[in-house]
């Protein structure tokens, strides 16, 4: 009697499930949600690279700014217990399910993460996706982050939100979404337990309280703190001997760079202004804004530096592709991996370099923000931070010339 109950049930919640969807979609469309770049962060030094990774909960619904999103407040909450840097970037979209979710993945660039936040399931639960359905669509997507990412990343996966959270499923329809919801909450916690790497996130979240807003600071600010410490207790920094976090895939960069279309273009004022900057901020002879294309490296802005462009192959830019953190030779005529360099045999005799990856808005490594002096300079972990912030202030610009 029971399984013919629970077959009836899904039939009814199967044949609702698109006009819940939609409800939800109807309810969220007027809601304010953030204008600026899906990324939000801490500053200090070796900065956490996080993915959070999701639907509705990822999104940022009621605010305007990242900053005051899920991501914002998780970047703040585990840099102020671990006293580092802390870089979010946001994949979110609101219809996401399940078996979507490796698409949405396939062009971020996920080994530069330490963590993947994956918050996912309340559309699976709204459609009462059958539990064994879930657990191998799940699998499938934990086996494509592993496959991508690097051997000491983790994967939180996070309890699905209250259903009835969500106000316009706080009624019957929602009770029985809620109910699906624990049953696909526990096939989660398996697959977590099979893995090493994976945690599953506990994520107990009283019903929302708010009449007059959707979510507001103050709820993700709520939601972050109960995330952080389980985020923060699987972030491994041991195993890290450097900072180099590679390339995954040439092609994918070429790709990233190429959609850019900003190759060969004229000055523009904006990143001039940047580039500009950094050269008085730092007192160098030169500063650079480049992209690496295929053999070459090509500078956008160049205050100070001779050329527009020169090979890709032994350059300092290469270096600085395979890095999460602002890359500093203090000395190049001592250093063998430049010392017979042509800018330091020849002009502009370089001596000192400093430079930090410019971020394609997937992530992929596509150019460089480097500073150039021709004696050696005092540098400072604040000149390293200083640096990776006007490298973030480039990439804003990047993901706005984009749009």
């Known amino acids: 009697m029971g399984k013919l109950v629970n077959r009836l049930l899904d039939a009814v919640m199967a044949a609702m499930a698109p006009m819940l969807v939609l409800r939800v979609s109807w309810a969220t469309r007027p809601l304010p949600r953030p204008i600026d770049s899906p990324h939000a962060r801490a500053s200090g030094s070796d900065p956490d690279r996080i993915l959070l990774f999701g639907g509705a909960t990822a999104c940022g619904y ?8 899920l991501a914002g407040h998780l970047a703040r909450r585990i840099s102020a217990a671990t006293g580092r840097g802390v870089d979010v970037d946001v ?12 698409e949405k993945l396939s062009s971020i660039a996920l080994v530069r993460y330490d963590a993947i936040v994956v ?16 657990r191998q669509q799940l699998a499938a997507l934990i086996e494509h982050i592993m496959e991508r990412t690097a051997t000491d990343a983790h994967i939180f996966l996070v309890r699905i939100q209250p259903i009835r959270s969500i106000r316009t499923l706080d009624n019957v329809a929602g009770l029985f979404a809620e109910a699906h919801a624990r049953v696909l909450d526990r096939e989660m916690a398996k697959i977590a337990a099979a893995h090493t790497d994976v945690t599953f996130v506990p994520f107990i979240l009283e019903t929302v309280s708010e009449k007059e807003r959707y979510r507001t600071s103050s709820t993700y600010a709520h939601w972050a ?12 920094w041991e195993s890290r001997e450097d900072d180099r976090i590679g390339v995954s895939c040439e092609r994918d960069r070429q790709e990233a760079l190429e959609s850019l279309h900003i190759l060969d273009t004229e000055p523009e004022k904006r ?3 940047i580039s500009n900057f950094a050269l008085r901020m730092f007192n ?25 462009e020169n090979p890709r192959t032994g350059s300092f ?13 203090r000395d190049a005529v001592t250093d063998e ?6 800018f330091v045999t020849g002009p502009p005799y370089v001596r000192f370099y400093a430079g930090h990856a410019l971020r394609a808005p997937n992530g992929q490594p596509v150019g460089v923000l480097a500073v150039f002096h021709s004696d050696v300079l005092a540098w400072t972990e604040a000149d390293s931070l200083f640096l990776r912030d006007l490298a973030h202030l480039v990439e804003d610009e990047l993901r706005t010339r984009t749009r």
């Open 225 to 236: 703190s109960l995330l952080a410490p389980t985020i923060i207790s699987g972030l491994s």
């Open 119 to 134: 918050t996912l399931g309340v559309n699976d639960a709204l459609r009462r996706i059958p539990a064994r359905a879930w």
């Open 317 to 329: 830019s290469e270096q600085v592709l395979q890095r999460s953190t602002a890359f500093v030779v």
């Open 91 to 102: 994949v979110a979209d609101a219809e996401m399910t399940m078996r979507t979710a490796p």
């Open 62 to 69: 009621g605010v305007l700014s990242h900053d005051l999103s």
């Open 337 to 342: 991996r430049f010392a017979d360099n042509v």
């Open 284 to 308: 160098t002879d030169s500063a650079t804004i480049s992209f690496i294309d295929n053999d070459r490296e090509w500078m956008k802005t160049r205050p100070g530096f001779p050329l527009s």
């Open 271 to 273: 990143f001039d202004r």
